[in-house]
């Protein structure tokens, strides 16, 4: 199969004398995802909206579940990279193994505080599912109550004789 693709107008072209300029904006490839207008569930009806609660706890859970992985503390994650450093690419006597033990730290350093990041979002977003989900649960059982409060109260009315 031969690839009749062609890739020029989606290659990234980097500046060879300026590396500053290497960044996603600096070679002008966008990051943000634009959604077509016509892309269904962008505008729900919100009298077909329903919340599974029990889905959005265990939602929470993976979440927590994924945080413990990242966060493990154990020799594999980010943040036991960015404390050991990088390993010694040769005696300090030779410039190209310092650099590359610099760079190396640098990208353990950049790699271990995007994971802290990652992992405070992800924090956040389970807690915030978690509060929705309490709060959906609440409303539902408010709900639940007027609706048998309703029926017990109809129930009792006295039925009149004409």
Avoid: C
């Avoid at 960044?23 to 505008?43: C, R």
């Avoid at 077909?48 to 020799?75: C, P, T, Y």
């Amino acid at each position: 199969m031969s690839d009749t693709y062609n890739y020029d107008a989606h290659r990234a072209h980097l500046s060879g004398s300026d590396s500053s300029q290497n960044s996603a904006q600096g070679i002008n490839y966008h990051l943000d995802v634009e959604l077509q207008k016509d892309w269904p569930g962008l505008n729900p009806d919100p009298r077909k909206q329903k919340f599974d609660v029990e889905k959005m706890r265990q939602a929470a859970r993976k979440i927590d579940e994924l945080i413990s992985v990242l966060d493990g503390g154990g020799s594999g994650t980010a943040q036991s990279v960015q404390k050991s450093g990088a390993p010694s690419f040769g005696p300090d006597t030779w410039a190209a193994a310092t650099y590359l033990k610099t760079a190396a730290d640098q990208m353990a350093g950049a790699v271990g505080k995007y994971t802290t990041d990652l992992i405070a979002n992800l924090r956040a977003a389970a807690q915030a599912i978690r509060s929705a989900a309490d709060a959906y649960d609440k409303t539902e059982g408010a709900n639940e109550q007027s609706g048998r409060n309703q029926q017990n109260s109809a129930s009792q009315q006295p039925t009149s004789i004409s």
